[in-house]
């Protein structure tokens, strides 16, 4: 009884000096930027956040794989839910330098050529799929790691009518000409394009997320407005079924 009394208490203060060590390194990271949070600009994460959440609450995966995260923590926030949480990012054709995710741990992968073997019962991918030049290989790669029936969560800005191979290159563009990645405003023929690689629409939202008629024209709108697909829209999110 006392053996395991003694290995209990030396597990409990192993954790807490690991825990005291993992915090020297990233609390003046975090204190930075805390300083500088008045200079951040609300994204459209909170409606991309709240989609998938409602989505996965109601599929109750056993596992998830999130695709591109960067350096957000919408994987560990999955993680806190309860999910049994994979995340991939092949980085370098998005970065200058490939960044470091302090949330969560990810594995090195490209999604237009996964190398994972893992099939997974849910996909996240937010506002990552714009940025990738092989859209199409991108969309077989997801659906090369779905379990039978199981279900993508894509995000992305999106035109019913009009495909924009990189809006950041438009004269009038209001951010986004100085990255080093492109960005994609999707249209319905790159969708439908998807669900030909066997895919099926289970749930599709539309959102105004700009004063202009095109991603990152005009000033953003606080809050962003949803939509319709026959009125002015921005952005979509997507629920994706394996079929």
């Known amino acids: 009884m006392w053996h395991t009394i003694v290995v209990l208490r030396l597990k409990q203060q ?5 825990a005291k060590a993992a915090q020297l390194p990233v609390n003046p990271l975090l204190r930075y930027e805390w300083s500088r949070r008045d200079q951040r600009r ?14 996965l609450s109601e599929l109750c995966p056993s596992s998830v794989l999130d695709v591109g995260p960067g350096t957000s923590a919408w994987p560990q926030l999955l993680a806190n839910c309860g999910y049994n949480v994979t995340a ?6 998005y970065w200058r330098t490939r960044p470091a995710n302090r949330h969560h741990y990810v594995l090195r ?10 099939k997974f019962d849910a996909i996240t991918c937010l ?8 859209h199409q290989a991108a969309g077989r790669g997801l659906r090369s790691l779905l379990s039978p029936g199981g279900h993508a969560i894509l995000s992305f800005p999106y035109d019913e009518r009009r495909f924009v191979d990189n809006v950041y290159a438009l004269p009038g563009v209001s951010y986004g000409t100085d ?30 997320i700009f004063s202009g008629d095109l991603w990152a024209f005009g000033e953003r709108l ?22």
């Not at 991939?88 to 054709?93: A, L, N």
């Not at 080093?180 to 959102?207: A, H, K, M, N, T």
């Open 109 to 118: 992968d490209d999604i237009t050529h996964p190398k994972l073997e893992t």
């Open 127 to 134: 506002s990552v799929i714009e940025h990738i030049q092989d």
């Open 88 to 93: 991939v990012d092949e980085g370098d054709s």
């Open 179 to 208: 990255a080093p990645y492109i960005c994609r405003v999707y249209s319905r023929r790159e969708v439908d394009g998807w669900l030909r690689e066997g895919f099926q629409i289970v749930r599709q939202e539309y959102y105004r």
């Open 42 to 55: 609300v994204n459209e994460r909170p409606i991309e956040y709240p989609f998938a959440l409602s989505c």
């Open 222 to 243: 606080r809050p962003p407005v949803t939509t319709t697909v026959n009125e002015p829209h921005h952005l979509t999110c997507i629920l994706f079924r394996a079929t």
């Open 14 to 18: 192993i954790a807490l000096l690991y």
